[in-house]
């Protein structure tokens, strides 16, 4: 093979020879040479099948509704770009706010009888879809590159591959569900939103489960990439599947938002930036719809010193410049041990010097285009302002070529942990290098992020990199690997990359509910006395003997202590008949800073705490309170009217069951088809806030709070305004039970002003919250912030089953630890 010469390839065009399809050879290499410098040849993708079908639709594509193509209800369309060179594509339509409900309606009129074919059925068409993405899987490969800029590599031998992966996979879940998730039935109508930067795999993430489980979709694909939404769209014509399951609509930004507002939608899974799922949050907060959001990343990429550099730097390669950097969990922060640092900046520019960017449709490039110019911008502002802030940038000597969206691979050293580019998403190919000397420093740096989405670990020490990964906040842990993607593996994230999971066993919990159970109505509290009535019985104590009563002064407990209400204000507590039994603390927003606090100091000794020992503690408190059962028993009574016997033997049996589970709640081993071990292991979720429901108040504690401290998580509870005594005297168990202090803190006061409070907290990790609807309203908007995960229930009624508790206390971690000489 002649050598390539690229003198002008700083100009974007390289110098072809005459008579050759190689640019300048020169004859007189020796094969010495010639193996020395390896040079490369182009080996163009042939674009024209794509172009052909593009073609064959006259450039412009409709909506998919309801099994039809149909044009926008206003005749609106935008085109869609190649940014490898500027050029127009096609033209799509723009939904409006009538295409969207006319989609919704199609998706519910098809919802009845979808969720009602047979699980075999419905895996069946799964199947045809798999086998018709194999069957057109280079023509995916090929729109998917002209559309979105990446690499026909990537599309071809990891998107693709992928996406048929999932259909398959998933189809096998429709065939178990009726055995392996009993008494769940599909969500509903589900409203789908994805981004750009995997536009193909991203829908089959979304879809795939959806359908298996029952649901009818209606998905909105990006703006800058629909076409092979649209394509998959023509196969589910083609495989049969039955009208209105699935409905495709193409526009941007404001057909996302009417698609998350309309009231026919059960619920939103959407991939995007943190910002919009924000947005998202705030916008269906109060309206019942589920919410999954995968969301933004800026993933730590760890190097040890007794890493393989060779290896680790490929890694890196792989991390940041795989889809140009244009990736939720890129590796864009490189955490290197301070001994081998300037050993293995060495290397990586070395590295870097060797990739190539240039046409994504040439098969020996390594970084393709990025997908837009607005974005090009905003990957050039950041690594200015990265300039700026003093850190020390690299990139390679050769230029990137001049026509369309191109930018080098970049290095930044010498960076600070606060700066703009360690701690912002670019999305694009910049890199972020940072020094630590022990584990300890690592695992700091790895989680001083809002984000927690992935992170890398590179050591030949395995137990080093296991301990590291249990530490790290991040959803999926590589180890010695990187961007490894299977349909059997969960992935979501921790803290502001959202909530929810996608894959595995753990994505089908996002498309389930519980199935409606028949039972008893419950029971609304009627207070008997008027409140003038309960005015005079808060002021003529009850005369049980000729001494007076002593005053019990019921107080707040926090950080292991009994401690006054910083407001300095009490809250008189009624029975049904209207006669007063107590007064409480009412508690403020300084009291919920205070247990915040103790519950985060706590956290780390708790979840590092074995689940034998977690299981004794529980077990203990158990004892300790059927010590005192009967006085339990005449405190419910007191507050509710109702027999507190059986809700004291009740809530035994529930903190009983959180013992149980406290060290069989177990992880599983994913089997991804590659030579690596997954272990999906489930994590207390943090520090968690727990506003109890009115109706059996004691129960309620021991089993919603009993559950969440046995996964290992610290507690801030708010009991029940209606009867919050049993939690009061419940705190006296709780000193003499072992409880670690700050592990387990009860704040009494009025439910939504200490929630709003709780929600709106950025060291809280989770809010459940069982209140009125409007309550509901208030948390989830408030915890937007920092996207808190959120779990609201009915004020009254049954309580949830243990399973959905546990699932609601933990988030799943997965660990890829690949193995193999």
């Not at 999932?166 to 409203?191: I, K, R």
Request: a neutral charge.
């Amino acid at each position: 093979m002649p050598r390539c010469s690229t003198s002008r390839w700083g100009s974007g065009q390289p110098a072809i020879c005459p008579n050759t399809a190689y640019p300048n050879p020169e004859p007189t290499m020796t094969l010495t040479e010639l193996m020395d410098t390896l040079p490369y040849g182009p080996a163009p993708e042939a674009a024209q099948p794509a172009l052909d079908w593009l073609k064959a639709h006259e450039g412009r594509f409709r909506l998919f509704i309801g099994g039809k193509w149909r044009d926008p209800a206003q005749p609106e369309w935008f085109a869609t770009h190649n940014p490898a060179n500027g050029q127009p594509l096609a033209e799509v339509a723009q939904a409006g706010a009538a295409d969207v409900d006319e989609a919704v309606k199609a998706a519910r009129k098809a919802l009845a009888g979808w969720q009602q074919t047979p699980g075999h059925l419905r895996a069946r068409y799964l199947y045809a879809l798999a086998r018709q993405v194999q069957k057109h899987a280079r023509l995916f490969a090929v729109l998917e590159t002209l559309d979105n800029g990446k690499p026909i590599r990537e599309t071809r031998d990891i998107d693709i591959p992928l996406v048929a992966r999932h259909f398959y996979y998933h189809a096998g879940w429709a065939q178990l569900m009726e055995s392996e998730l009993p008494g769940y039935v599909p969500v509903g109508v589900v409203g789908q939103i994805i981004p750009w930067n995997f536009p193909l795999l991203m829908l089959a993430w979304k879809i795939a489960p959806a359908l298996a489980m029952g649901n009818t979709v209606v998905l909105k694909p990006a703006e800058f990439t629909p076409l092979t939404a649209l394509l998959f769209a023509e196969i589910c014509q083609k495989v049969g599947l039955p009208p209105g399951v699935v409905n495709i609509l193409t526009g941007d930004g404001s057909t996302g938002a009417a698609l998350v507002a309309h009231p026919g939608v059960d619920k939103i899974a959407f991939t995007g930036s943190t910002e919009v799922g924000r947005l998202i949050r705030k916008a269906t907060a109060g309206s019942g719809k589920k919410l999954s959001l995968e969301l933004g990343g800026k993933s730590p990429f760890l190097v040890f010193e007794d890493a393989d550099l060779d290896s680790a730097v490929e890694g890196v390669v792989d991390a940041i410049w795989f889809n140009q950097g244009q990736v939720c969990c890129a590796g864009s922060r490189l955490l290197v041990q301070e001994g081998i640092a300037e050993k293995m900046y060495a290397k990586l520019r070395a590295r870097m010097e060797k990739l190539r960017c240039g046409d994504p449709l040439d098969k020996a490039v390594d970084l393709g285009a990025i997908v837009s110019p607005v974005q090009l911008q905003k990957i050039q502002r950041l690594v200015q302002k990265g300039v700026e802030e003093g850190a020390e940038l690299w990139q390679p000597s050769w230029a990137v070529p001049s026509q369309g969206c191109f930018y080098p691979p970049t290095l930044f050293t010498q960076v600070a942990p606060a700066s703009t580019i360690a701690q912002e998403e670019i999305f694009g190919p910049v890199l972020a290098a940072l020094t630590f000397r022990t584990p300890e420093e690592a695992v700091r740096l790895a989680n001083n992020t809002r984000y927690g989405l992935a992170a890398s670990i590179w050591s030949e020490d395995i137990n080093l990199a296991l301990d590291v990964a249990t530490q790290i906040k991040a959803g999926t842990i590589w180890i010695n690997s990187t961007n490894l993607f299977d349909a059997a593996s969960g992935f979501g994230g921790y803290k502001e990359s959202g909530f929810g999971r996608e894959g595995g066993k753990e994505g089908l919990w996002e498309y389930v509910r519980k199935a409606e159970r028949p039972g008893p109505k419950a029971q609304s509290r009627k207070t008997k006395a008027s409140s003038k009535a309960r005015e005079t019985a808060s002021l003529q104590p009850v005369a049980t003997s000729l001494r007076p009563a002593i005053d019990r002064t019921a107080k707040l407990f926090i950080g292991g202590k009994q401690t006054r209400p910083d407001s300095g204000y009490s809250q008189a507590v009624y029975g049904p008949d209207g006669r007063l039994v107590g007064e409480v603390g009412l508690g403020n927003r300084k009291d919920i800073r205070n247990a915040v606090e103790a519950a985060r100091a706590a956290f780390e000794g708790w979840r590092k705490a074995t689940a034998h020992h977690k299981a004794q503690i529980l077990y203990f408190l158990a004892e300790n309170l059927s010590e005192r059962a009967e006085e339990f028993a005449r405190r419910l009574q007191e507050q509710t009217g109702e027999d507190g016997g059986a809700e004291v033997e009740a809530a035994l049996e529930a903190l009983f069951a959180a013992a149980a589970w406290a060290d069989k709640y177990e992880g599983v081993v994913h089997p991804t088809p590659i030579r690596n071990v997954t272990l999906a292991l489930p994590e207390p979720v943090g520090v968690l806030g727990i506003l109890c429901p009115d109706d059996k108040p004691l129960l309620a504690l021991a089993k919603l709070a009993g559950t969440a401290l046995a996964m290992g998580n610290t507690l801030v509870v708010v009991p029940s305004p209606a009867a919050p005594l049993s939690a009061t005297d419940f705190y006296q168990v709780l000193e003499t039970s072992d409880i670690p202090p700050g592990t387990f803190n009860i704040v009494t006061g009025e439910r939504d002003e200490l929630a709003k409070t709780l929600a709106e907290h950025d060291d809280v990790d989770a809010v459940w919250y069982a209140g009125p609807q409007a309550g509901h309203a208030l948390v989830e908007r408030a915890s937007a912030g920092n996207m808190k995960r959120t779990w609201t229930l009915p004020e009254r009624g049954a309580l949830p089953d243990t399973d959905e508790i546990l699932r609601q206390a933990t988030q799943i971690k997965n660990i890829w630890v690949p193995y193999g000489a």
